[in-house]
């Protein structure tokens, strides 16, 4: 796949982010708010930290870059963050933050340089 295809299919998740958002979670991420409820329960934090992964995992696929699939995963939970107080400005934010990434590093820029 080109990667303006990698650039759409990462940026579209954004897009679904802020749907997702609008509609389940205007005040903020639930599995987040969920850890600062109950900060000592071991099932809602196993449970979130695989849920976390599958998110970071999913990133890499859709993005074919493993190698930003951390950074992608700042971005996803920083815009959940902020989705309360910016709303859309939140997503647009972070597609503007995702496409200076994928511009500013090549899979040969970034060879070294660790996450």
Same mark, same amino acid.
């Given at each position: 796949?080109?990667?303006? #295809?990698?650039?759409?299919?990462?940026?579209?998740?954004?897009?679904?982010?802020?749907?997702?958002? /609008?509609?389940?979670?205007? #005040?903020?991420?639930?599995?987040?708010?969920?850890?600062?409820?109950?900060? %000592?329960?071991?099932?809602?934090?196993?449970?979130?930290?695989? +849920?976390?992964?599958?998110?970071? %995992?999913?990133?890499? /696929?859709?993005?074919?870059?493993?190698?930003?699939?951390?950074?992608?995963?700042?971005? +996803?939970?920083?815009?959940?963050?902020?989705?309360?107080?910016?709303?859309?400005?939140?997503?647009?934010?972070?597609?503007?933050?995702?496409?200076?990434?994928?511009?500013? +590093?090549?899979?040969?820029?970034?060879?070294?340089?660790?996450?």
């Amino acid at each position: 796949m080109r990667t303006a #295809k990698w650039l759409d299919a990462t940026l579209s998740a954004f897009d679904f982010l802020g749907s997702w958002m /609008k509609e389940h979670a205007p #005040k903020g991420c639930l599995s987040v708010n969920a850890l600062a409820a109950f900060p %000592d329960n071991t099932e809602i934090n196993s449970t979130v930290e695989k +849920h976390k992964q599958q998110v970071i %995992d999913s990133l890499a /696929k859709l993005s074919g870059r493993d190698d930003l699939s951390n950074a992608l995963f700042v971005l +996803h939970e920083g815009t959940t963050t902020a989705y309360p107080i910016l709303g859309e400005s939140a997503i647009t934010a972070a597609k503007v933050a995702v496409t200076t990434l994928f511009s500013t +590093h090549s899979k040969s820029h970034i060879k070294g340089i660790q996450q």
